[in-house]
């Protein structure tokens, strides 16, 4: 979103008209979820997607249409039998999608993209809130409040982690998150890091990489991940730092660094502890770990092996295993295949 949101400003400050275009309702087969966002100008899509193929395609038509006339609305896809096959897609559904048409120049909406910087950058748990009626579009933050347009109390009573459309003083509001909360901490600055860290940020999870060696905390190693230099030995200025959304993936430079770290973050309230390695080699990690006076239900968040058993081999496909789990934990899926319903 922050993306969407850059690209949105730099449209507005150059005087460019624009279309934020939004999944709002889909069922069935169809290519995106709620929530997915496409932005269009008269330079045709520049950022976002909103599934791809004809039906993106349409999309596009239409929001040109939108910058002629001016005007927000809302289209429904109706994906049926017949229709499958002129959209191209290979499987039924519905889509409603929500074109909301932007001024160039427009001095709430920017100023509202600068307020949100702000929240960006904390990690501030924050939702969208569209109004569907007449284009009103708010913010609100959980330290910074309500941003943009006012909207009823009873919306607000309404937020939840799912996205949701809710209906009040007559109009309809589309609300969803905006910023998901949690940080993931990655200790060990490796091959594994390195590979891991962009996999993270390109599925929206802000990561911090910890080591002791600063040859292996460069910032360019990991694609945009903060870095931080640590003692092992001593990590509780980092543990203060965790909060109940958070995530730690533990892969140092060997098993005994790995298990000072697993140990010192087992009683953290984060929300998920992966460490890299065999399961025999946990086993005997438990072992140690329970005679220093550690329970079975403090385990509880420990996976090992991290990452989804998918046959992972090199730092890519580690990469691919772990941030794969890491999304069923934050869409509250489970770690893992014990957890798949039929």
């Known amino acids: 979103m922050k993306k969407l949101f850059d690209a949105l400003r730099d449209a507005l400050n150059r005087g460019e008209d624009a279309v934020l275009v939004t999944i709002v309702a889909s069922s069935g087969s169809a290519p995106r ?13 520049v950022c976002g997607t ?3 193929g004809a039906v993106e395609y349409r999309g ?20 049926f039998k017949n229709d499958v096959a002129d959209l191209g897609m290979v499987c039924g559904g519905t889509v409603d999608v929500y074109f909301r048409y932007i001024p160039g120049g427009d001095a709430d909406i920017l100023r509202l993209i600068g307020q949100c910087d702000e929240i960006f950058a904390a990690l501030e748990p924050s939702w969208l809130i569209s109004e569907l009626t007449d284009g009103g579009l708010s913010v609100y933050a959980e330290k910074h409040g309500l941003l943009g347009d006012p909207v009823p109390e009873a919306v607000l009573s309404a937020l939840a982690v799912r996205p949701c459309q809710c209906e009040a003083g ?3 509001y589309y609300c969803e998150k905006l910023l998901q909360p949690g940080r993931v901490y990655i200790f060990g600055g490796g091959h594994v890091a ?7 940020i390109a599925a929206d999870f802000p990561c911090v990489v910890l080591d002791d060696r600063p040859d292996f905390l460069r910032p360019e190693l990991f694609g945009g991940a903060a870095t931080r230099r640590i003692d092992p030995e ?9 909060g109940e959304n958070d995530y730690v993936c533990i892969m140092t430079r060997g098993h005994k660094d790995d298990m000072l770290i697993q140990r010192q973050v087992m009683r953290s309230p984060v929300r998920y502890i992966g460490v890299i390695g065999s399961a025999k080699k946990q086993r005997t990690v438990k072992e140690k770990i329970l005679e220093l ?3 079975e239900s403090e385990f509880d968040k420990v996976v090992s092996p991290i990452g989804l058993d998918i046959g992972a081999e090199t730092p890519a496909e580690l990469a691919v295993s772990i ?20």
């Open 60 to 79: 596009e038509q239409i929001a040109a249409e939108i910058l002629r006339t001016k005007r927000s609305r809302q289209e429904n896809f109706r994906l």
């Open 170 to 172: 007559g109009k309809v």
């Open 323 to 342: 941030t794969a789990q890491l999304i069923m934990v934050r869409a509250g899926k489970g770690t893992g295949p014990k957890d798949w319903k039929a």
């Open 194 to 200: 390195q590979a891991l860290a962009p996999a993270l």
């Open 293 to 295: 006076g550690y329970t």
């Open 33 to 45: 979820g709620t929530g997915a966002r496409m932005l269009v100008t008269a330079h045709g899509r």
């Open 234 to 242: 001593d990590i509780s200025d980092v543990i203060r730092d965790f």
């Open 50 to 52: 909103i599934g791809g």
